[in-house]
């Protein structure tokens, strides 16, 4: 169909001009109209550093050092603001990885949504807003002619991600960047968002360039994948040749890290640490837990899976002491416990704890990893001195981590080194319990991988007791011993891994696995013809 972008030695960096650090070193890439280019590779690698310099956008404190990015004829690194400004939106648009953190939540969504073909005097308001509608049927999202009317905490995540691409082709972009659009979904929205994003691209001839840490994903969605590496094309090829043939030693690498699973759970199964009797809790007058019976075995891994709003992370509240149930008991070692943190004693504190999805917003930017692990260690064990210094220390080897970034701050770390340090807060305590909430959601597969070792590997050597939340059926199958299945705040299935993910009985539960994306291109075509029910 033609070129539409072509990039030619790309570089970029930052830093001192007499010491910079290299973010692109010379990159090639091209993408003809209506292809779609997948962009791989683990954090730190480039991608979205790539992706947004194919707008012509380079962030502050950014420089180029070199190459060009022309798009239709036009290099977008030596135009003037102003031109460029006019482009972005018009023909060249953004989908961020968090939808809830791009939309002006003052705002409704159509307004929103309708203001670039305004702005850019593509079609009037009335035109623009049954654009809008006619998009967001076509984004399968409910009540289409209604939905622009609400705020955006007023729709699921899976929703307001459909809504922002919804967006981004209003004005029938030439090239759209998708970041990591499905990161955060569940695996039964995922297909919808991944299928609505495919078949827009498709109806409008769209060029697309796909950024995302999840092979299977980009497999569904590129024509051609692209693998990156510290700011260097490793390889390009069409994604079938790329999927049965990489060439390179590092794309090989990160087609097995799926390959990763621990051994099947040791029989019998030990006695059960933490027990639920009929717990049920609500927001307000919102019941979301209905009388849930679990266990918790000791020194086992218990993941609860379930999509959005199925009662994951409200189980993991009740459990935390942050959400008293409205009925029903938990039993810890045979003993009721105390359900309200405020009343819990220092044995509870100490031996409950939790490693938090996001890092970045779990550590305090402003303190060094030494006082950020001190703080705990000081408190619930009570040393001091050499002995806290000591203690701090062995923290950091457990996570396998170098001492020297003791005295960094979280800012100076990377995505996969902040998410161990969180692992070595919640260790200070020297906890029996951890509560492990999405931990790997937001990392690259190479690293998520080396996340999972680490917990199996602390797991076997302290004896811990993980519940671990995720929407990432993958995952589960990696690291869990036992599963717990959610729906509607009811448990729907329960039992051993490999019971649940060989032989599930629940409709449900096997509704969950067949959505879980596959290293197939055609995949993704297979899914949406079974019947499947739309994910509101």
């Not at 970029?12 to 910079?20: C, F, T, V």
């Not at 705020?151 to 082709?169: D, E, K, W």
């Not at 609860?304 to 935390?320: C, W, Y």
Request: proline residues 5%; glycine residues 10%.
């Amino acid at each position: 169909m033609g070129n539409l972008l072509t990039i030619r030695g790309l570089a970029l960096e930052a830093g001192p001009r007499r010491s910079p650090t290299r973010l692109l070193r010379g990159i090639d890439l091209d993408l003809d109209r209506g292809e779609v280019l997948g962009l791989v590779g683990e954090s730190g690698a480039g991608k979205s550093t790539a992706g947004l310099a194919a707008m012509g956008h380079v962030r502050d404190g950014v420089r180029v050092a070199a190459g060009s990015v022309e798009f239709d004829g036009q290099d977008l690194l030596r135009l003037p603001r102003g031109r460029l400004r006019r482009l972005h939106g018009r023909h060249l648009s953004y989908v961020a990885q968090s939808a809830a953190a791009s939309f002006n939540p003052a705002h409704r969504l159509i307004d929103q949504v309708t203001e670039a073909p305004r702005l850019h005097r593509v079609a009037s308001r009335k035109a623009a807003q049954a654009d809008a509608v006619a998009l967001f049927s076509q984004m399968h999202l409910p009540d289409p002619g209604g939905i622009g009317a609400r705020y955006p905490h007023q729709v699921s995540g899976g929703q307001l991600q459909r809504a922002m691409t919804a967006m981004a082709m209003t004005c029938r972009p030439g090239l759209i960047v998708f970041d990591e659009p499905t990161t955060a979904l569940d695996v039964t929205t995922q297909i919808e968002v991944l299928g609505a994003i495919r078949d827009a691209v498709e109806e409008h001839g769209t060029a697309a360039i796909y950024i995302s840490h999840d092979l299977a994903v980009v497999a569904q969605m590129a024509d051609r994948i692209c693998v990156m590496k510290d700011g260097l094309v490793v390889e390009t090829a069409p994604t079938r040749t790329m999927l049965d043939a990489p060439r390179e030693d590092y794309t090989r690498s990160l087609w097995s890290v799926r390959s990763f699973r621990r051994p099947e759970a040791e029989a019998p199964a030990p006695e059960p640490l933490l027990e639920g009797r009929g717990v049920t809790a609500a927001y307000g007058r919102v019941r979301v837990l209905h009388g849930l019976d679990f266990a918790f075995a000791r020194g086992r891994t218990t993941a609860v899976v379930g999509e959005s709003g199925s009662g994951k992370s409200t189980l993991a509240r009740v459990l935390a002491g942050l959400l008293p149930p409205e009925a029903g008991e938990v039993v810890w070692g045979g003993e009721p416990m105390e359900m309200r943190l405020a009343r819990r004693g220092s044995g509870t504190l100490r031996h409950v704890q939790m490693i938090y999805q996001s890092a970045d917003t779990a550590l305090n930017p402003r303190h060094a990893i030494r006082r950020i692990l001190s703080r705990p260690v000081r408190r619930f064990t009570g040393r001091r001195g050499a002995a806290l210094e000591a203690r701090v220390g062995e923290l950091m080897d457990q996570v396998e981590l170098d001492r020297a970034l003791l005295d960094r701050r979280p800012g100076e770390l990377s995505g996969g080194q902040k998410q161990r340090v969180g692992i070595a807060r919640a260790l200070a305590a020297e906890p029996e319990f951890v509560i492990c909430d999405e931990v790997t959601s937001a990392l690259d597969q190479l690293v998520a991988e080396g996340i999972l070792r680490l917990l199996v590997g602390l797991q076997r050597e302290l004896g811990l007791t993980f519940m671990f939340i995720t929407h990432d059926l993958a995952v589960v199958e990696a690291i869990a011993h036992h599963v717990i299945v959610l729906e509607n705040g009811r448990i729907v299935e329960q039992g051993g891994r490999d019971d649940i993910f060989e032989r599930p009985r629940h409709p449900y539960t096997r509704r969950l696995l067949a959505s879980v994306p596959r290293m197939d291109p055609d995949w993704l075509d297979r899914a949406r013809t079974r019947d499947l029910q739309p994910h509101a």
